[in-house]
């Protein structure tokens, strides 16, 4: 018997250190490249090009007066290839590297030390810089239909290269790079806060610092192309894939998610905001559809990796009424000329979206759950700080930087050039020939 207590003793002291030594080998083992991660991650960097140009360009195009066509493609256009260039210059850098609660450190400027063997999990790490450049470059390009039509090209470009260096970047940090905003434990997956709500206020206030255009409220300014919006807002839906699931930075199961999550919302957003315009104007409109669907991308974009899909479908129904009363009434009511409705629906449906996955990642309701010890309550405080600070922080910073813009360059056009039309006053071409 002692014998058999003595083995019994030895193989368990065995066993214990084999599964001590397992422990450390399994902790010290390098990171491996997954081919099909990386594939994937390839798709939707793509993805997410092809939000902005054309998509994110066509949709507020079609938008514009006809007259006004090409300075928008313009302003999209250049700004996501002056910001991918700083992004790799310094952006990366300042977003994932180690600093403090706000802002990282310059290590990694202009990529230094990423090589082709360098990995982020089981991509490259050059992949990653560029999926997150995407993130960087659209952002600010999204606050360009905020102030169309009246705004001088050069402002723009000055404005985007500040706003992503004061803005852009410290939110990312602060929510993505080990900052205040993610080690609090607010859930962001894949930007409403860093990405929309970001984009949304910036727009608002750039609304009401450069002024409505001339002749708004007293004439007519309808989308000069509905047809281009739609296909542009299409674009917008098919890359927000990309965009959404590719946060995951892996090919697995909560990638799958992810997927269902994105087209059940924005599908019940589409159907929500054809309800309320149909009850309230009798009509439902081409635009408020398209809208719509943005309203519901915008709103799943941090919850797709938290909620469940009847938590999609509600949360997308939810943000698109809202969106639906943001554009229509509080407007109206406040009478800024926001041309694309930029606030109303990115701003407005990322702060829907932010609370609502405080409140739909709840178990019972049909997603992943909260962390250990985490209640509803607190998650949903949580949520609602990161709001709040994001609100405050990025209407401060942004007014700044357009005050900053006006005293180097100005801001806006003459009133002659606005109205002959931004084309040819700014970039002496034309959309269209009769």
């Given at each position: 018997m002692k014998r058999f207590l003595s083995i019994s003793t030895l193989l368990g002291g065995m066993l214990a250190a084999g599964s001590?030594?397992?422990?450390?080998v399994a902790e010290e083992a390098p990171a491996i490249l997954n081919s099909g991660d990386t594939a994937w991650m390839i798709v939707a960097t793509v993805l997410v090009i092809i939000m902005a140009v054309p998509g994110l360009a066509i949709f507020y195009g079609g938008m514009a007066r006809s007259k006004n066509m090409l300075s928008v493609l313009m302003q999209?256009?250049?700004?996501?290839?002056?910001?991918?260039?700083?992004?790799?210059v310094y952006g990366y850098s300042l977003v994932f590297t180690e600093?403090?609660?706000?802002?990282?450190g310059l290590s990694k400027a202009f990529l230094?030390?990423?090589?082709?063997?360098?990995?982020?999990?089981?991509?490259?790490?050059?992949?990653?810089?560029t999926f997150q450049m995407t993130f960087a470059a659209i952002t600010p390009a999204l606050i360009v239909g905020g102030f169309a039509e009246r705004i001088k090209f050069s402002a723009v470009l000055l404005f985007m290269v500040l706003w992503m260096t004061f803005s852009y970047l410290p939110m990312a940090h602060m929510v993505w790079g080990g900052g205040w905003i993610g080690e609090m434990g607010a859930a962001d997956f894949a930007g409403g806060t860093v990405v929309h709500m970001n984009a949304g206020i910036a727009a608002l206030v750039g609304a009401l610092v450069l002024g409505k255009r001339i002749g708004f409220g007293k004439e007519a300014m309808p989308p000069h192309n509905?047809?281009?919006?739609?296909?542009?807002?299409?674009?917008l839906w098919a890359g927000w894939f990309g965009f959404n699931v590719g946060s995951e930075l892996a090919a697995d199961g909560m990638a799958g998610l992810a997927v269902v999550n994105t087209q059940l919302a924005t599908a019940s957003a589409v159907v929500g905001w054809v309800i309320a315009e149909w009850l309230s104007k009798g009509k439902p409109?081409?635009?408020?559809?398209?809208?719509?669907a943005i309203a519901g991308l915008v709103a799943i974009t941090p919850a797709c990796g938290f909620v469940g899909p009847m938590?999609?479908?509600?949360l997308g129904f939810i943000a698109s009424l809202i969106s639906f009363w943001s554009v229509t009434k509080l407007k109206n009511a406040l009478g800024y000329d926001d041309t694309m409705d930029v606030f109303g629906v990115h701003g407005i449906a990322g702060i829907v979206g932010a609370l609502g996955t405080g409140i739909f990642m709840a178990s019972s309701l049909g997603?992943?759950?909260?962390?250990?010890?985490?209640?509803?309550?607190?998650?949903?405080?949580?949520?609602?700080?990161?709001v709040g600070f994001t609100v405050v922080y990025v209407s401060i910073v942004s007014y700044i930087l357009f005050k900053i813009v006006d005293l180097v360059v100005g801001l806006r056009v003459s009133e002659e050039e606005e109205r002959e039309g931004l084309d040819t006053a700014s970039h002496g071409e034309r959309a269209y020939h009769s």
């Open positions: 001590s030594l397992a422990e450390e999209v256009l250049v700004t996501f290839s002056l910001l991918s260039v700083l992004w790799a600093g403090n609660a706000f802002i990282g230094s030390g990423i090589t082709p063997d360098s990995l982020e999990g089981t991509i490259p790490e050059l992949l990653f810089v509905m047809v281009l919006t739609m296909v542009g807002g299409s674009l409109s081409m635009l408020g559809a398209i809208s719509g938590g999609a479908i509600v997603g992943v759950g909260y962390d250990e010890g985490v209640t509803m309550g607190h998650q949903l405080y949580v949520q609602a700080v990161s």
